[in-house]
């Protein structure tokens, strides 16, 4: 080949390489970019998916498709309306015992039976979600009934022939015997669903010989027709009659063993209201437990009587023990006293629009001084918890509470009708009818999809959606007083046994479980992970750090739910059953090392210089040693600081000295650490200039175990003095107990901060190894021909260089911790707790998503305050990086001036 065709070849291959190099530039470049806008946007996305999951939590209720229609009563005035939860059916009560039967769509009158015959009713008990009721009669007597709706379902071939051709969501009255007339309606999955109406009545029973004026009664569980069948269960009611006596019963059904029939055992206890207030009572209620009995009146005055058992043995009695206003701040009349679902907390409405909700507190656990100065028998006091908005000037009628959830509907005189929510106070719906026109009642329907308003007009029904009433903004981050708490309380309780309790939905309790894993979990791993990494950089030699490395690197490879059930079902019980030697043990060991460091420099200079290499493995028996000194220090610890159980000093036995020692042994080993940095060592260094090698390190032994000792004697001084301190003033002794130490439990913060920190060593420890590893060796040999030690080289040269890489070490450690949910799953406990007790459980944002998400339902508040955890736990990700990523860049600018 000739000399041109070399340079010519070479040439092309040059500008083949050129271009190849400019193409993967091009290629890099745009793959990068890509990379880094798609995770932008990927993340942005996150944020508005949550976003679009929590915004309708605030948005406000509505009512739509408003259906008015005359009522078939007329002008007579029923004594009670209900309508059934698909709103097909709905019966009406009338005084002289009719019960008629309609069509909620069009009104159309079904059927019409008599509950009862020759009697006047004058007083009617009911309860929310239950279909039992308690009539009471004008000769005196009472009569337990249920009133109920019977639903069945008909598949398609085996529906009448006439309602073949209907069509999903049509109706049709349908008789299927001569004594039932229902509704029969096509659902959307293909089945005929039978709407009908079920009664049944017990016999009369007679309580006094004048009329029954007021009457309430405690349902029976279920409500349904067991309320009046023969479940051998206890019926408690309450009456006031004519003759101004109150009388509290509990019917017994007791059934022969040898015919089976069934008589009642009506056991009555009497009270003369005349005894207590002269004038006759205008409302009575009795409480879901039966014990508490409120007589009210127009005044705004209540009582309160409680159910106990007599001093003598024979029985119970019925005793006023407080007097309340429940209209303290107003000359207005109560108008409406009434108990919403669960029957603990009652509706107060009066005659100014004023209306609010109260029930009982136990007085000795609260802090309020004003409520604890309440005494009353039983220990507990009517408190007006909650302050519903009012509407000046519009006299409160009517309150029918849901029977699915706190909210109630509330009928004004003026023709307004209002939907509450109690626990939250929130105003869901203002509303008025056309004309004014007064409401005579407002219920809502029991699925909480509607509306139904009873006027002078007739029937109104809407379609009602109240959104998410049962949590706002501040509920779910500030205290609210939850109905059977002494105070308000920040609780995150989202599943129960049945619908009366409250929906618990705070945010706190989960937040700050989350931060306190984090914290532990940080305090026991990094400093491990940061030190282990600076000695494996810098003070140990290659072989050992390419051995190190790799096996601290393994640790990541363990599984989160291997490490979170070996925490459970392992680690939680061994530290229970000695836990004496594992607090001992996080003094003892880090001294034991520091001790065989110290002895370590008292070694000949020749043979140190020898066992250089070995140094590491050296740390194995020590280790032990450690061990074995805990070991047996903590039959010794425990005698001597815990009375011999940390159990019981964890529950409040004995004195509290030693917590405080807990907390102010690392506070004293800080202030020696200064002290010793800035007045011993200075003077060391000006007075040990002619000290031998021998002689300087037996002086820092010296130094050392004077500096530790005066460590333990300031801690226990100070301990002391923070404890019995107060009592010199006549106070109690300042107890941590009840702060960061408290009751102990199996499944505890300190297990999981010791498990979870060692799942985060490895990641901090590969990152910060690798930082240390990429300051220049230029650095190091400067300092060390400058005449610094490797440690003042690696304090004061090395590690302020490397900050930045060390601090994104931390930063990508606290998000794996925060972020982590099998380990907290499994070993936390998941008791939504907001104390930092290290010996008790926790809740976090993520363990809460993980267990609850499956089972939510989809669209429910439940479900959506999910999503408002992950948006919080995305938020306070995102914050704590942000804030990292600026303090990096601080430290890499200070690292470049170096």
């Not at 976003?51 to 605030?58: N, Q, S």
């Not at 009338?94 to 039967?101: I, S, V």
């Not at 390419?546 to 393994?554: A, G, I, L, Q, S």
């Not at 509290?656 to 650490?673: D, E, H, R, S, T």
Request: proline share 5%; with cysteine.
């Amino acid at each position: 080949m000739s000399q041109d065709e070399k340079s010519f070849s070479g040439r092309r291959r040059r500008m083949k390489t050129r271009w190849t190099v400019a193409v993967a530039d091009v290629l890099s470049e745009f793959v990068i970019t890509v990379g880094g806008i798609g995770t932008i946007v990927a993340v942005m996305a996150v944020f508005v998916v949550l976003v679009a999951r929590v915004a309708p939590l605030g948005l406000p209720a509505s009512i739509s498709d408003e259906v008015t229609r005359e009522t078939h009563w007329g002008s007579a005035k029923p004594v009670h309306l209900a309508v059934d939860e698909y709103r097909t059916i709905g019966w009406v009560l009338f005084d002289d015992g009719r019960l008629e039967t309609f069509r909620v769509d069009n009104g159309e009158k079904l059927a019409e039976t008599q509950l009862f015959a020759d009697k006047q009713l004058s007083a009617i008990s009911t309860s929310v979600g239950r279909g039992g009721v308690l009539l009471g009669f004008l000769d005196g007597t009472i009569q337990f009934a249920s009133v109920d709706f019977k639903t069945s379902f008909i598949d398609v071939v085996d529906a009448p022939e006439e309602f073949q051709g209907m069509k999903p969501g049509e109706r049709a009255t349908f008789k299927p015997s001569d004594n039932e007339t229902g509704v029969i309606e096509l659902t959307s999955q293909g089945q005929y669903r039978l709407q009908l109406l079920t009664t049944n009545a017990m016999e009369p029973l007679q309580v006094s010989d004048k009329a029954i004026l007021l009457l309430d009664h405690v349902p029976e569980p279920g409500g349904g027709g067991n309320a009046v069948s023969l479940s051998k269960e206890d019926r408690k009611y309450v009456a006031y009659s004519a003759d101004g006596k109150l009388r509290y019963g509990i019917v017994a059904e007791e059934e022969d063993f040898l015919t089976g029939d069934v008589t009642l055992n009506n056991e009555t206890i009497e009270l003369d209201i005349a005894d207590i207030q002269g004038e006759r009572p205008n409302f009575l209620l009795q409480t879901a437990r039966g014990n508490d009995v409120f007589l009210a009146w127009k005044s705004g005055q209540m009582v309160r009587l409680v159910r106990q058992n007599a001093e003598d043995g024979s029985g119970f009695v019925l005793s006023p023990v407080e007097k309340v206003d429940l209209l303290p701040d107003t000359d207005a009349e109560l108008t409406v006293c009434d108990f919403i679902l669960g029957r603990e907390t009652v509706f107060v409405g009066d005659s100014d629009g004023g209306a609010s909700g109260w029930f009982l507190v136990r007085t000795a656990e609260t802090d309020d001084p004003q409520l604890q100065e309440r005494k009353t028998g039983d220990g507990f006091t009517l408190v007006r918890v909650h302050e519903l908005e009012s509407a000046p000037g519009e006299k409160i009628v009517s309150m029918r509470a849901s029977e699915r959830s706190r909210m109630l509907a509330v009928g004004y005189e003026s023709g307004r009708f209002r939907v509450y929510q109690m626990t939250t106070e929130l105003l869901v719906l203002d509303r008025h009818l056309p004309g004014d026109v007064p409401v005579v009642s407002a219920m809502i329907t029991p699925k909480d999809d509607g509306l139904l308003v009873e006027s002078e007009n007739g029937l109104s029904l809407w379609n009602f959606d109240p959104r998410h009433p049962e949590i706002s903004i501040a509920t779910a981050i500030l205290p609210v007083w939850y109905e059977g708490y002494p105070q308000p309380r920040q609780i995150w309780q989202s599943s129960s046994a049945g619908v009366e309790p409250e929906m618990k939905l705070g945010l706190y309790p989960l937040i700050s479980g989350t931060l306190k894993a984090t914290f532990y979990s940080m305090l026991f791993g990094a400093p491990i992970a940061l030190l282990a990494a600076i000695y494996t950089s810098e003070f140990t030699t290659y072989k050992v750090r390419t051995f190190v490395k790799p096996t601290v690197e393994m640790m990541a490879s363990l599984p989160s739910v291997v490490l979170g059930f070996l925490a459970a079902i392992v680690f939680a019980p061994v530290v229970e059953s000695f836990l004496p030697f594992f607090l001992t043990t996080i003094v003892a060991v880090p001294l034991t090392f520091i001790t065989a460091a110290m002895l370590w420099q008292l070694m000949p200079r020749r043979i140190g210089l020898i066992l250089e290499d070995w140094r590491l493995w050296f740390m194995v028996p020590v280790l032990f040693l450690g061990l074995f000194v805990s070991f047996q220090l903590a039959p010794w610890v425990d005698h001597l600081a815990f009375e011999g159980n940390v159990k019981s000093w964890l529950n409040g036995d004995g004195n509290g000295v030693v917590g405080w020692v807990m907390l102010m042994i690392p506070l004293g080993g800080l202030g020696a650490f200064f002290l010793n940095g800035m007045v011993i060592n200075p003077y060391l260094r000006a007075h040990a200039v002619k000290w031998s090698r021998p002689q300087f390190a037996l002086m820092s032994f010296a130094k050392f175990a004077a500096l530790v000792l005066m460590t333990f004697l300031v801690a226990w001084g100070v301990s002391s003095l923070l404890y019995w301190a107060p009592t010199w003033f006549g106070a109690l002794p300042w107890d941590p107990r009840g702060t960061f130490v408290d009751s102990y439990a199996q499944r505890n913060s300190f297990v999981v901060g010791f498990v979870m920190g060692f799942a985060v060593i490895p990641i901090i420890y590969t990152i910060a190894d690798d930082a240390l590893a990429t300051v220049p060796k230029h650095l190091r040999s400067a300092s060390l021909g400058c005449g610094a030690t490797p440690w003042q080289t690696t304090v004061r040269v090395v590690i302020p260089t490397a900050m930045s890489g060390l601090f994104s070490a931390l930063m990508i450690g606290l998000g794996r911790v925060v972020g982590e949910t099998m380990i907290v799953l499994m070993a936390g406990g998941n008791t939504p707790v907001t104390d930092w007790n290290i010996f008790s459980g926790f809740r976090t944002l993520s363990a809460t998503i993980a267990i609850e998400l499956p089972e939510a339902v989809e669209n429910s508040t439940h479900f959506r305050m999910l999503f408002a955890a992950a948006l919080v736990l995305f938020v306070i990700t995102f914050l704590i990086n942000t804030a990292a990523e600026i303090v990096r860049l601080r430290f890499r600018k200070r690292a470049y001036q170096l």
